[in-house]
Structure formats: C-alpha cells, structure tokens
C-alpha cells in the first residue's frame, strides 16, 4: 500500500546535518515529479524542495544554499541533504510525488509518504 518510504530524520544541534531518503517503487519514480514538503508544530505544511524527472531543481526561500535535493535513477530514491540546520528547520519531512509537477508544486499529488521527524536543537 505504502508506494513512498521517508528515512533519515533524528534529533540534531544546530549547525548539523541530516540526509532524508525517499524510497519509491521504479514505476513511480520513473514517471513522477518529487518534492520534499515539512510541518513544523503549529505551522501549515511548506514546500521545501522540489526536483523534475528531468532534475531541474526548486527550493524555498528559506532553505536555498542550506539544503540539496538530488535523485537517485539507479535506486529509486530522492534525497535531501540539509546542511546546516536550524532549530527553524524541526518539522516532520514528507516526500511527495506526482505525474504532473503543478500538483507537486500545490501539495495536491497523488503520493505521499508516512513521514520522517526532525528535531534541530539549540
């Protein structure tokens, strides 16, 4: 039932760093435009990064130079790399993904990861 997989969250100080892993199915990641999304308590969910089948690259404002998104054709896998974080960064990751990038872009795809914690300490 599951078709996306987050891993690699965990509890840092600030100035760390952390790599998320999105494992998808081979059918879904070949055809499916990928983002990263995060929730902080008490704040709506925010686009964080977002990658095309083509690998054309988008981030938010407020984690541009901090963070990397990167595909993995050879494992299926969408990555993040976040370095540094920032106690503003602590939130559950979610790995999103649809054929059409619009739908990414709008939180409104059709796959959705379980979700992975980070928590950045001061």
């Known amino acids: 039932q599951v078709q996306l997989v987050e891993s690699g969250g965990g509890l840092v100080q600030a100035g760390g760093s952390l790599r998320l892993s999105c494992a998808a199915s081979?059918?879904?990641?070949?055809?499916?435009?990928m983002a990263w999304y995060r929730q902080a308590p008490g704040k709506q969910r925010e686009l964080v990064a977002a990658?095309?089948?083509?690998?054309?690259?988008t981030y938010a404002a407020s984690v541009k130079g901090r963070f990397t998104i990167s595909r993995d054709n050879g494992k299926s896998t969408v990555n993040l790399q976040m370095n540094p974080l920032t106690p503003e960064d602590t939130g559950v990751y979610y790995c999103?993904?649809?054929?059409?990038?619009?739908?990414?872009?709008?939180?409104?795809?059709?796959?959705w990861g379980q979700g992975t914690q980070v928590t950045v300490s001061s």
């Open positions: 999103h993904a649809d054929p059409n990038v619009v739908k990414v872009q709008r939180s409104g795809g059709a796959y």
């Open positions: 081979d059918f879904i990641f070949s055809i499916n435009a």
């Open positions: 990658i095309s089948s083509g690998s054309i690259t």
